[in-house]
């Protein structure tokens, strides 16, 4: 069965930090790229950052830029959002997703996606 699960979602306190992690179960990450997405109550869901299958592109939107970062560890069937200086409004559910099998120069973000995973809780609060 092909299955993606986020984990590392929780309570942290504006300015602190969390790594969510996405991996990979019936299939590996190798030749996918990998993107993370976070919807919110009451608001559409908002892509957050891709990484190409080799690891080498990775992309990010505006609004983390500089706070977030991506990593793909395939030796672990593994992605990995590093999320620092968390503020209020990064409180969301978080989601990864594939597309692929694909190799090759990733210049932005897949428009779709194949699978997904369940979801993982942020909450940035005081």
């Known amino acids: 069965q092909l299955q993606l699960v986020e984990s590392g979602g929780g309570l942290v306190q504006p300015g602190g930090s969390l790594r969510l992690s996405c991996a990979a179960s019936?299939?590996?990450?190798?030749?996918?790229?990998i993107g993370w997405f976070r919807q919110a109550p009451g608001k559409e869901r908002e892509g957050v950052s891709c990484?190409?299958?080799?690891?080498?592109?990775?992309h990010y939107a505006d609004s983390v830029k500089g706070r977030f970062t991506i990593s793909k560890d395939n030796a672990r069937n593994t992605v990995y959002l590093q999320m620092n200086s968390l503020k209020p409004e990064d409180t969301a559910v978080y989601y990864c997703?594939?597309?692929?099998?694909?190799?090759?120069?990733?210049?932005?973000?897949?428009?779709?996606?194949?699978?997904w995973g369940q979801g993982t809780q942020v909450t940035v609060s005081s």
């Open positions: 997703a594939a597309d692929g099998p694909r190799w090759g120069i990733l210049t932005r973000c897949p428009d779709e996606y194949d699978y």
């Open positions: 019936g299939f590996t990450l190798d030749y996918y790229d």
């Open positions: 990484i190409s299958s080799s690891g080498r592109n990775t």
